[in-house]
C-alpha cells in the first residue's frame, strides 16, 4: 500500500530540485489498459497486475537491485506496461532490460534510481513517459534495439527513430559529445544536469534551443551554430565553467537567463550585455536617473534584458531593433520615454509592464505581433493600434488607468481576455469591424466608460466583459449576437435601460446582477432561457416583451412586474392593441412615432408622429393582419423601427344548429356547437327549459365537446340555448325551439 501511495504523489509532484532537470522524454499521457483495482500480484521480484485485455503490468520492483532484466511473460501472459514509478528510488539498481513485448514505460518509471548506470529498450517500446529518468544521476548509457519502430540511440543518447529529434541525454556522460547530423530539434532540458560533459558539437540543422537543454552542464565553450535563431529560458543557466561562447549572426531572440551563472556572463563588465547582436541583459547597478542608447546593428532587446530597472528614465533604440522580448522592461517604473524603432515586428509578453510613467508611445507600421500584457499596469493615456496587426494578445492594456481613449483598426480580427480590463479612466473606444466576438473581460471595471458603440459584425460577447463598467449608460448590442454571457454587464450601476435584440437566444446566469439602477429591459420572444440571478440585485426592473413570451414567464415566476411591449398580436374586431413604445442604449431624450397598415397593402397609416408619448392605442377597422411600425428617435436624429404583427379576428359568431324542429316524445335532438370569428380555442354550453316556464336546465357547460344529445321528456314547446365561449372569454348564445309530439 505504501509504494502505491508513493507512486500517486510521485505521479503528480516533482520536488523544485527534480524539476529543474527532469529529464523529459516524449510529452504524452499514462499508458495502460483497464488496471484493476484488487491487490497487486506477486512474481519473484515483480508486483503485477492483470490488465482487462489479459496482459500485465509491472507495478513495482521489489528486489535487490543490481542488474534487472524484466520479465517478458509472468504465469503465461504477456508483460506489456512497466506502470509510473514501477523501479522509484531503487538506490541499488545498476541496469535494466527492457524485453521485447513490453510497448511502454511510464512516467517516472526509474525516478532517483541514483545507481542505474544503464538501460536497454528493446524494438517493441513505442512509448516512454515522462521523467523516467529523473534523478538517476549515475546513468550513462541509453541503448535502442536498432529495429525499434519509434525510438533510436547514438552514443548511449536517446533519439527519434529517424534521428531528427534529440530527446534525452544521461547525466553522467563524460567528455564531448558530436550531436549527429541529421538532428534538426533539441528537447527541452536534454542535456540538463550532465556535469560531465565539457563539449557538445551542436549541427547546423537546429534552429533553436530550447528552455533548459544546457542547464547545469559541465560546457568550457559552445560554438551556437548559424542558423539558430532563438535560445529559451535558462538554456545555459548554471553552466559555471562556461566562458567562451560564439554566438551567430542569427540570432535574434534571446529568453530571460539563458546565461544566467556562466563564466562567461559574469566575466562581463557592467553595463550593456550583448550576445553577438541581442541585447542580453544590463548588467550591475543603474544610476538613478539612467538614460540609456542602445548601439546601431542591434536586431532585438532580450527577455528581462532590463526588468525592474528602476532608475532608467529614457532608452533610445536604434532602427535595426525588430523585437522587444518577453518583460524585457517590466518594472520599469521610471520609465518615461521609448522609442519603437519602424522595424519593430514584435512585443513579447509583459514586455513594459508594470513601466508606470510610461504615458505615450506610438507603435509603427510593421508590428505584427503584441502579445499578452505586454503594456500592463502602464501609465498610458492613449493608444492607437496599426493595421498590420490582426491579434493581439489578453489584458495586454489591462489596468492601464490613465488610459483615456484606444482604437482597435478593421485589420484586428481575434484578441485575447481583459483587453482593457480595469481601465479605470476609459472613456472613448472606437472598434474595428474585423472583430467578430468581444472576448471575456474585456472592458471589466473600467468605471468610466459611459457609452460605446459595438460593430455589426459581432456575433458574441464573452462573459463579464463588461463587469463592474458602473457609469455604462448607453451599448447597442449588434443584432449577430445569440447570447448574453455570465456576469457580462454585472454591476453597471448607471445603466437605467437595456434592450435585448431578436437575435438573442439565452440570457445567462448573473448576467445584470447588481445593476441597482436598470428600471427597464426589453426581451424579446428570441429569448428561451433566462439563467440563475440574472437580474438579481435590480429592485426597481421592469421586463417590457410580447405577451405569452418566455420573457413574460420568467417575470412571473420571478416577481418582476412584467410590461407588454404590445398588448396583443391578436384581437377581435372592435378591440384595441397598445404599442408600449420603449428606447434605451441611444442618446436620449426620445421620441415615439407609431404607424399600422394592412398586411395586403402598401400605404401606412401614422396613428401618432414622434411624440414623447410612448404608450399608443390603436383600435383597427377591419378584421384582416396588420402591421404595426415604431419608429424611435434620439436626440441625434437616429432613428430605429421596429416592426409588430397584429391579427383582427371577426366578432365571435355562434353557428350552430339542431337536428329538427319537431320530434316525437322519446326522441332525441342533436345540438352541434360550432362557430366563427373570436379568439377560438372554443368550448361549449347547453342549456334548455319549457317554453311556458323560466328556469334553465344545464345539458352540458363549457367544454370541448361539441355535439350535445338533448332528450325533452314532456309533450311541450322547449327553448334551446347553446353558448360559444372562446379563449379570451367572449360568449356568443343561439337559441332554438323545439316542439315535441
Known amino acids: 500500500m505504501k509504494g502505491k501511495i508513493l507512486r500517486k504523489v510521485l505521479a503528480v509532484s516533482l520536488s523544485a530540485a527534480m524539476i529543474m532537470c527532469a529529464g523529459l522524454t516524449t510529452v504524452g499521457q499514462f499508458v495502460g489498459t483497464d488496471i484493476s483495482v484488487s491487490a497487486a500480484d506477486t512474481y519473484g521480484d515483480f508486483q503485477y497486475q492483470v490488465n482487462g485485455d489479459g496482459t500485465v503490468t509491472i507495478m513495482e520492483y521489489t528486489g535487490n537491485g543490481g542488474d534487472v532484466a524484466v520479465p517478458s511473460m509472468i504465469n503465461g501472459r504477456n508483460v506489456t506496461v512497466i506502470y509510473n ?77 529517424d534521428k531528427k529529434t534529440l530527446i534525452f541525454c544521461p547525466r553522467n556522460k563524460k567528455g564531448t559529445y558530436k550531436i549527429p547530423d541529421t538532428v534538426t530539434s533539441v528537447r527541452e532540458y536534454a542535456f540538463c544536469g550532465c556535469r560531465g560533459l565539457t563539449s557538445i558539437d551542436i549541427p547546423n540543422g537546429i534552429t533553436k534551443i530550447e528552455s533548459f537543454t544546457f542547464s547545469e552542464c559541465g560546457l568550457t565553450s559552445i560554438v551556437i551554430p548559424n542558423g539558430v535563431t532563438s535560445i529559451g ?35 562581463q563588465p557592467n553595463g550593456l550585455v550583448f550576445a553577438g547582436n541581442v541585447l542580453y541583459k544590463y548588467k550591475g547597478s543603474m544610476p538613478y536617473d539612467t538614460n540609456i542608447t542602445v548601439k546601431d546593428g542591434t536586431v532585438s532587446i532580450g527577455a528581462e534584458a532590463f526588468s525592474q530597472c528602476r532608475n532608467m528614465t529614457s532608452v533610445t533604440l536604434p532602427g535595426s531593433v525588430t523585437g522587444i522580448d518577453d518583460n524585457a522592461f517590466s518594472s520599469c517604473s521610471s520609465l518615461k520615454r521609448i522609442n519603437m524603432p519602424n522595424n519593430l515586428k514584435y512585443i513579447g509578453i509583459s514586455a513594459f509592464s508594470g513601466c508606470t510613467s510610461l504615458s505615450q508611445i506610438t507603435l509603427p507600421d510593421s508590428i505584427t505581433e503584441l502579445h499578452t500584457n505586454a503594456f500592463y499596469n502602464t501609465g498610458l493615456t492613449s493608444i492607437t493600434i496599426p493595421d498590420s496587426l490582426t491579434d493581439i494578445g489578453g489584458y495586454v492594456f489591462g489596468n492601464c488607468t490613465n488610459l483615456i481613449s484606444a482604437s482597435i483598426p478593421d485589420s484586428i480580427t481575434q484578441t485575447g481576455r481583459g483587453v482593457f480590463q480595469d481601465c479605470k479612466k476609459l472613456e472613448n473606444v472606437t472598434i474595428g469591424k474585423g472583430l467578430t466576438y468581444i472576448h471575456d473581460d474585456w472592458f471589466a471595471g473600467c468605471t468610466s466608460l459611459k457609452n460605446i458603440t459595438l460593430p455589426d459584425n459581432i456575433k458574441s460577447i464573452g462573459w463579464e466583459t463588461f463587469s463592474g ?52 429591459i426589453t426581451v424579446p420572444e428570441s429569448v428561451t432561457f433566462i439563467g440563475w440571478n440574472a437580474f438579481s440585485d435590480c429592485p426597481n426592473l421592469t421586463i417590457y416583451g410580447m405577451k405569452g413570451s418566455y420573457a413574460e414567464t420568467y417575470a412571473k415566476r420571478n416577481n418582476i412586474p412584467f410590461v407588454s411591449a404590445i398588448s396583443s398580436d391578436e384581437i377581435v374586431l372592435g378591440g384595441t392593441v397598445t404599442v408600449n413604445a420603449k428606447a434605451v442604449n441611444c442618446t436620449s431624450n426620445y421620441t415615439y412615432a407609431v404607424l399600422y397598415k394592412k398586411k395586403s397593402e402598401n400605404k401606412w397609416t401614422v396613428k401618432q408622429n414622434y411624440s414623447t408619448n410612448d404608450t399608443v392605442v390603436i383600435k383597427p377597422a377591419r378584421a384582416t393582419d396588420y402591421d404595426i411600425c415604431v419608429k424611435v428617435k434620439d436626440t441625434n436624429g437616429k432613428i430605429i423601427k421596429k416592426f409588430f404583427e397584429l391579427k383582427v379576428n371577426e366578432k365571435l359568431k355562434n353557428t350552430s344548429v339542431i337536428s329538427a324542429a319537431t320530434i316525437k316524445k322519446g326522441s332525441t335532438v342533436t345540438v352541434k356547437g360550432s362557430a366563427t370569428g373570436g379568439m377560438g380555442n372554443y368550448q361549449y354550453a347547453v342549456l334548455y327549459k319549457k317554453k311556458s316556464e323560466s328556469k334553465w336546465t344545464v345539458r352540458q357547460g363549457y367544454k370541448d365537446n361539441s355535439e350535445i344529445i338533448v332528450r325533452p321528456y314532456t309533450n311541450t314547446d322547449y327553448d334551446i340555448c347553446i353558448k360559444v365561449q372562446d379563449s379570451s372569454g367572449t360568449i356568443a348564445k343561439k337559441y332554438f325551439s323545439v316542439t315535441v309530439k
Open 469 to 520: 463598467c458602473t457609469s455604462l449608460q448607453g451599448i447597442v448590442i449588434p443584432d449577430g449576437v445569440t447570447s448574453i454571457g455570465y456576469e457580462t454587464f454585472a454591476r453597471c450601476t448607471s445603466m437605467t435601460s437595456f434592450n435585448i435584440p431578436d437575435s438573442v437566444t439565452s440570457v445567462n446566469s448573473n448576467a445584470f446582477i447588481g445593476c441597482t439602477n436598470l428600471t427597464s
Open 85 to 161: 514509478g514501477a523501479f522509484h528510488e531503487c538506490e541499488t539498481l545498476t541496469s535494466v532490460t527492457i524485453p521485447y513485448g513490453i510497448t511502454a514505460v511510464n512516467d517516472l518509471a526509474f525516478v532517483n534510481c541514483k545507481s542505474l548506470i544503464s538501460i536497454v529498450f528493446s524494438e517493441s517500446v513505442t512509448f516512454i513517459g515522462e521523467n523516467v529518468f529523473t534523478g538517476c544521476e549515475s546513468l550513462e548509457s541509453i541503448i535502442v534495439d536498432k529495429n525499434n519502430s519509434t525510438y533510436s540511440s547514438d552514443n548511449g543518447v536517446l533519439l527519434d527513430k
Open 233 to 267: 529560458y535558462n538554456a545555459f543557466d548554471g553552466c559555471g565553467a562556461l566562458q567562451n561562447i560564439t554566438f551567430p549572426a542569427s540570432l535574434t531572440k534571446i529568453s530571460g537567463r539563458a546565461f544566467k551563472d556562466t563564466a562567461w556572463y559574469n566575466s
